[in-house]
């Protein structure tokens, strides 16, 4: 059973720093390609973060690019998204996304990032 179980939001101020966790299970996270999206209200889910499955090379949204860092731990199965400097148009629910080398797309459930005063 394919798991990915997102954690680390939460209401931070603007300006403040947040960092989402994401561990999977079920499939090789060591071979697959992992990312980030966001959702606002209202909004279509949007791609924010990518890295390979070595975590050669990353990508970035360009209105996160310089704020936030995507990261992975293969020996843990767990990919980090490091959020600094969050202004309140980041605030959304964030979801972890994993897609294998067949493939197969995989979804956490979310988190809920708040940034507000």
């Known amino acids: 059973q394919v798991q990915l179980v997102e954690s680390g939001g939460g209401l931070v101020q603007p300006g403040g720093s947040l960092r989402l966790s994401c561990t999977a299970s079920?499939?090789?996270?060591?071979?697959?390609?992992m990312r980030w999206y966001r959702q606002a209200p209202g909004k279509e889910r949007d791609l924010v973060a990518s890295?390979?499955?070595?975590?050669?090379?990353?990508d970035y949204a360009d209105s996160v690019k310089g704020r936030f860092t995507i990261s992975r731990d293969n020996t843990k199965n767990t990919v980090y998204l490091q959020m600094n400097s969050l202004k309140p148009e980041d605030t959304a629910v964030y979801y972890c996304?994993?897609?294998?080398?067949?493939?197969?797309?995989?979804w956490g459930q979310g988190t809920q990032v708040t940034v507000s005063s």
């Open positions: 890295i390979t499955s070595a975590g050669g090379s990353t």
């Open positions: 996304n994993g897609v294998s080398l067949w493939g197969n797309n995989y």
């Open positions: 079920g499939f090789t996270f060591r071979t697959a390609a």
